[in-house]
């Protein structure tokens, strides 16, 4: 595979042929025959962000994107794969001083709010305990703490004696991005984080996610599968399939010309705001094959509209089709 993730100076997080398997409980015919079966939930994936920079990471329900940040977050352990944060693998016995920085610097901020926050603490206790758990402060000094943040985000203070479940979704999420805030991360996994609100609060959320970054200097790895979304807040896309990358440039580029028809699908899907337009959308042919039995060749073949004889027989590699635009498809390998 083409390499598309150098690690340069200004390179925050770079993730290196990262790639997950998880096995799959054998029948007993299985077990007899000894055959074993694996979910292939991501293969070979690469890619890097530099320093303040959002890069995109979008596709259809299922197809690796969470479990890519899970192996980022250290939350699963990659089948093979390297993750460097700063230059530094954060995947191998790291001294625990040195771990315990890596773990402030990389924060995450996931889809549903109301799951990742403790109904049991206030505000004030859920935003203060990564504070408190990497002996930042007092208990005066993080109480300060909290109130900027909270103001940050843009919460009056008399929420911080309030719990969760007293909370709209989008305060419930700001508190979230808070929290996320507190050790002033050098980077933040935005899993889906406006995908559970209503429109018109996902707005608002986007918007403290843009004055946020300016800010703190941040540097976000932007999990959707909202193209419009995407397009709003991201510098860089990749797009996944079925466990891998299969095509990855900047935004610009990616929506005013499209090479894998994939990701020409997913754009053909983007509503348009519009009741005197027509959408343009094309309805995928069949639905997306199981990660346990992928299909042989190009794994996006037995839905594409262009395939050829060569698509199922051989995987294309993710190559540059033009300056810092790749993409994995025979169409533009010469085949």
């Not at 925050?12 to 998880?22: A, E, P, W």
């Not at 303040?52 to 979008?58: A, D, F, N, R």
């Not at 935003?127 to 990497?134: D, M, N, R």
């Not at 397009?231 to 466990?243: E, N, P, Q, S, T």
Request: hydrophobic residues 40%.
């Amino acid at each position: 595979m083409t390499e598309v993730a150098p690690i340069s100076k200004s390179t925050v997080l770079s993730v290196q042929h990262l790639t997950k398997h998880f096995p799959v409980s054998k029948s007993v015919g299985e077990f007899l025959s000894r055959r074993s079966r694996v979910i292939r939930a991501v293969d070979d994936v690469s890619f890097s962000i530099t320093q303040g920079m959002t890069l995109g990471l979008v596709g259809e329900s299922g197809c690796g994107k969470t479990t890519t940040a899970k192996m980022i977050l250290r939350i699963y352990t990659p089948t093979s794969g390297e993750v460097f944060f700063e230059g530094e693998s954060v995947l191998g016995k790291l001294p625990q001083l040195r771990k315990r920085a890596v773990h402030r610097n990389i924060q995450a901020v996931f889809q549903d709010p109301a799951a990742s926050l403790d109904p049991r603490m206030t505000v004030g206790q859920i935003i203060e305990e990564p504070l408190a758990i990497h002996g930042e402060g007092t208990g005066g000094s993080r109480k300060e703490r909290v109130m900027q943040l909270l103001g940050s985000v843009g919460l009056r203070e008399d929420n911080y004696h309030r719990f969760a479940h007293e909370l709209s979704g989008g305060q419930q999420q700001r508190v979230a991005i808070a929290r996320a805030l507190a050790l002033n991360p050098r980077l933040i996994v935005l899993d889906e984080p406006v995908s559970a609100l209503d429109m018109s609060v996902r707005a608002q959320i986007l918007n403290l996610l843009r004055d946020l970054q300016r800010t703190y200097k941040l540097t976000y790895l932007f999990i959707s599968h909202d193209l419009s979304v995407v397009k709003y807040l991201c510098d860089h896309i990749a797009v996944m399939y079925l466990g891998e990358i299969v095509e990855i440039c900047e935004k610009r580029e990616l929506f005013s010309n499209p090479l894998h028809p994939y990701t020409k699908a997913l754009l053909d899907a983007v509503p348009i705001p519009d009741p005197t337009k027509r959408s343009k959308r094309k309805a995928l042919a069949r639905a997306i094959p199981s990660p346990m039995n992928i299909p042989v060749g190009c794994r996006f073949h037995t839905r594409c509209p262009y395939a050829m004889d060569v698509c199922s027989r051989t995987e294309p590699r993710l190559l540059e089709f033009s300056r810092g635009h790749f993409v994995s498809c025979h169409l533009y390998q010469g085949n």
